[in-house]
């Protein structure tokens, strides 16, 4: 059941409700009539016994379902806490990846050893050597 907190209601208001209510067909108000109840003043104690042992049932189940709710938040913290771990182990995996892959890809060592000038001739002197082999290729051919 949902209680809101209690709304002033000013004069305006009431007669709003009461303006646009005037239509509605009238209830008849019904008085309720409360019930007495006969409080027995003795108890037998059969009945007795059978109250106060059903009274240790529920606070025994009331005490288990406490256990029960005290073990799931613990379980949930551990969870959250296994989480975490697991979220920073791949945080650093990831890095290292990203670290090692950057290293295999781009070695440093190859860029600045080598200049660009000398990369540009071997590329020329392939070039030459791969229109010399064709033409030997070629040569080479018999003819029919």
Do not use: C, W
């Amino acid at each position: 059941m949902i209680f809101f907190k209690k709304k002033d209601v000013g004069k305006e208001e009431v007669e709003k409700i009461k303006e646009k209510t005037k239509d509605f067909p009238k209830v008849e108000e019904t008085k309720i009539e409360k019930e007495e109840y006969s409080i027995p003043l003795f108890v037998k104690i059969e009945r007795y016994e059978e109250i106060l042992s059903v009274l240790d049932e529920l606070k025994i189940l009331i005490r288990d379902a406490s256990n029960a709710i005290s073990m799931l938040n613990e379980i949930e913290k551990m969870r959250n806490e296994n989480l975490a771990v697991i979220q920073r182990s791949f945080e650093k995996l990831k890095e290292k990846i990203e670290y090692f892959d950057s290293k295999f890809k781009k070695p440093r060592i190859l860029k600045e050893s080598i200049p660009k000038q000398e990369i540009s001739s071997i590329e020329e002197s392939l070039n030459k050597l791969k229109s010399e082999l064709e033409k030997m290729k070629f040569e080479e051919r018999p003819k029919i």
